[in-house]
């Protein structure tokens, strides 16, 4: 390998590593609210008319 690849291979890694760990750090920052239950989840049950 040559050495323009070798430091292309680094250079890709440590972006990768980089903007992971941004993320991470960003998600940890946000709060996560609790979501709504949908309809298909949250039915509740229907009592038939007696």
């Known amino acids: ?3 323009w690849q070798i430091v ?3 250079v890709i890694v440590l972006a990768i590593v ?4 941004a993320l991470l750090r960003l998600s940890a920052k ?3 609210k ?3 239950p949908s309809l ?3 039915k509740k ?3 038939s008319p007696e």
């Open 1 to 3: 390998m040559q050495i």
């Open 8 to 10: 292309l291979i680094i």
């Open 18 to 21: 980089i903007g992971n760990l």
């Open 30 to 32: 946000s709060e996560f």
């Open 34 to 36: 609790p979501s709504k």
């Open 40 to 42: 298909s989840t949250g």
């Open 45 to 47: 049950a229907k009592k």
